[in-house]
């Protein structure tokens, strides 16, 4: 059977040729749907009682956005992967676990790609530009076109020039991996184990319950 699966991956020096950064992202999404290439301007908002309109729910607005060049299926106001203009590349995974996923219209993780992209200027700050939005709005709704109904929680690569995070989420939980140099990867599954360099601060407890 050939692999099927969606992978993102980064690689750091020194497993890189001139200390460069690899990013690269695969998808598995339906073959007939459009996925375009698009670019957003960096945008200062005047008026920040005008709700952010999402691909299903409205949240608040920030002060400025980053400006971002996206890879996204044409539906929806999220990313699948993307890249702004302080060079923070993120991708999305879709994971299952034991947590029940939330069927309910939320953010979307491709939503959260581009909030990251958008909001942030390094890989870390994108991080906690995307944990903060998940306590506050939640992840949730269908990430297909059309009738069929797949929902997933999301796993994140987010990378800068210096170096990536790992972030995985299973509802509003989740935990993070730093990773400084060499080969990292993640797919349809969830990746980390012991190396937490991050996490919401009752994951542990609510796991022991």
């Known amino acids: 059977m050939e692999p099927f699966s969606c992978d993102t991956f980064v690689a750091l020096p020194p497993a890189t040729v001139d200390n460069r950064i690899i990013f690269g992202k695969n ?10 290439v698009v670019y957003f301007p960096a945008v200062v908002h005047d008026n920040l009682g005008e709700r952010l309109k999402c691909t299903y729910i409205e949240i608040d607005q920030v002060p400025e956005t980053y400006a971002v060049v996206l890879s996204r299926p044409a539906w929806l106001w999220g990313a699948e992967m993307g890249a702004n203009e302080h060079g923070v590349c993120i991708g999305n995974e879709a994971v299952w676990g034991r947590e029940e ?3 309910e219209e939320a953010l979307l993780g491709m939503d959260l790609v581009r909030l990251g992209l958008e909001r942030a200027d ?3 700050k994108a991080l906690n530009v995307i944990v903060d939005l998940l306590e506050k709005y939640g992840q949730g709704g269908n990430c297909t076109e059309g009738r069929m109904v797949f929902s997933y929680h999301n796993s994140f690569l987010i990378a800068d020039r210096n170096e990536a995070w790992i972030l995985e ?6 935990a993070a991996e730093k990773v400084q140099e060499g080969v990292r990867n993640i797919s349809n599954q969830l990746s980390i184990t012991t190396k937490i360099a ?3 601060p009752d994951m542990r407890n609510y796991a022991k319950r």
């Open 27 to 36: 998808s598995d999404r339906l073959y007939d749907e459009v996925q375009e």
């Open 101 to 103: 996923v939330c069927d």
């Open 122 to 124: 390094t890989a870390e």
């Open 169 to 174: 989420t299973a509802g509003k939980y989740w």
């Open 198 to 200: 991050r996490e919401h």
